[in-house]
């Protein structure tokens, strides 16, 4: 799907399908009033029949209509312009997309007047940014595995986002729309492929590629390199599995040698079953997503690598799976972390803070303006915020700031959550520095949190639980893709734009 802007009126843009907007009350966009009086008042008549309601999800699709340059005239609900906020623009979006149909090969969509509600509009590259995101996830499908493909267009060839000026901001808008689609892309199909695919040394193959593919640094650690660091608690978690373990450092440089990096530290769980604490079994299938933090940095960086942002980033993938076996992990184990504190391993299912602490550590040699890592650690965070925010934790307010802010300019959500030292007494043990769990039910989101502050005290630091964000569950059950746009939009604020 190519997208591009183009200066044009509705009634003058020539495109098999040309998209354009009416509120609930009737109330047409520019766009809409120039076609309806190109052909004499063909949509006012559709308003006043009940053919077009300007309802929330609505299309009619209108043709031939006299003096319109295009075939098709399509007319999308906006709901009512008071309500209408980014998430109905998404939503309008993906309505024209599905509504088009197969013989759209060339959409046009009048899109950029689509505003209303209270607050600010959003600027244009914000909007066109969302316009391209929303337009490709409505046609990604994961079909990789299937024998047979689907053999359904996946949406038209071509689509056109009408301005009525030139504009820069568009046309910066879409470029980046399109590398932020391609590495939402690339963490949702990692996240979407099996444990018995996506290994670490799949994940450890996939980072040689995009380092090549766009110029990153790339360093693949083996279990014997990992020995050598002193990760025993990363370790710790590979000790029931065939599979062996991988450490994924990479780096893009866009700023000066001298310019500090952001650090940013994914989990890589391939499958966690829980290890010995092992988990339930109802849908355990879905803890092949435990990867998903590690794939959100694959997309990040191919997302700012392809912007070519003026900033410094090290990716950093701690991957191995979470297994049972004779020689795996027992409850009541003590390891001795890269740090050099001790971890009593209360429960082998709190196994993401474990490899976490160690690339945290690890994180520290590169000086780094700012450490984010992001990780599906906690069912208590799904408790907490569901599938709609990000749980973020920071004990430094302006790095917090900066990523809610960024979380709201790319329309990725994100809630700002406690690491306070009074929750640190949960993790007392009596046998080594700290156990990997606190008490059942008690703010397990935050307590996971505070056990990973113990190894960031180096740096600034911030923590992201996509436990709740990072797929869907139920009929559309697949990788959503975030938190790429919030830690894109983040960098690209690092960058100065
Ligand atoms: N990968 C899970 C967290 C998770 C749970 C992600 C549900 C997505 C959905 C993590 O490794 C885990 O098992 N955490 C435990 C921690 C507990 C034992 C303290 C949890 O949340 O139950
Ligand atoms: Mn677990
Ligand atoms: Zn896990």
Known sequence: ?????????????????????????????????????????????????GDVTGKKGSAVMLRQLANVAAP????????????????????????????????????????????GGKGKAARHDALARLFVTTARETVFRTDELKSKKDDEPKG??????????????VEQGIKQGVALANGSELTKRLGNLPGNVCTPSFLGAQAEK?????????????????????????LSVTNGSAQPPRLIVMHYKGAAKTAAPVVLVGKGITFDTGGVSLKPGANM???????????????????????????????????????????ATKPGDIFTSMSGQTIEVLNTDAEGRL???????????????????????????????GDVHTGLFSPDDELADELLAASRAAF??????????????????????????GAPGKAGAVVAACFLARFTKAYRWAHLDIAGTAWKSGAAKGATGRPVPLLTQFLMGRAGG
């Not at 995009?210 to 990363?234: A, H, P, W």
């Not at 490899?355 to 408790?383: M, Q, S």
Request: charged share 25%; aromatic share 6%.
């Open 210 to 234: 995009l380092g090549k593919e766009f110029k990153l640094q790339v360093e693949v650690f083996d279990r014997k390199g990992i020995e050598k660091l002193g990760m025993d608690s990363f």
């Open 355 to 385: 490899i976490l602490c160690d690339a945290l550590t690890y994180a520290e040699r590169f000086k780094p303006a700012a450490v984010i890592d992001i990780a599906t650690l906690t069912g208590a965070c799904v408790v907490a915020l």
């Open 412 to 437: 990725d959500p994100a809630w700002r959550m406690p690491v306070e030292d009074a929750y640190q007494d949960q993790l007392k043990s009596n046998f080594a520095d700290m156990a990997n769990i």
């Open 72 to 115: 098709r005239v399509l007319v999308v609900g906006l709901g009512k312009r008071e309500e209408f906020s980014q998430r109905a623009f998404g939503e309008a979006v993906r309505t024209a997309i599905k509504a088009a149909g197969p013989a759209v090969k060339d959409l046009a969509i009048a899109a950029l007047e689509w505003t």
């Open 1 to 49: 799907m190519e997208f591009i802007t183009k200066v044009a009126a509705g009634d003058a843009i020539k495109a098999d399908c040309v998209t354009v907007g009416v509120f609930a009350d009737g109330e047409m966009t520019p766009s809409a009033k120039a076609i309806d009086a190109a052909s004499k008042g063909v949509i006012k008549a559709a308003i006043k029949s």
């Open 156 to 169: 038209p060839a071509s689509i056109t986002l009408l301005a009525h000026a030139k504009d820069a901001q």
């Open 285 to 327: 299938d879905e803890m092949k997503y435990d990867m998903c933090g590690a794939a959100s940095v694959f997309g990040t960086l191919r997302a700012v690598a392809e912007m070519k942002l003026p900033v410094n980033v090290v990716g950093i993938l701690v991957a191995c799976e979470n297994m049972l076996s004779g020689t």
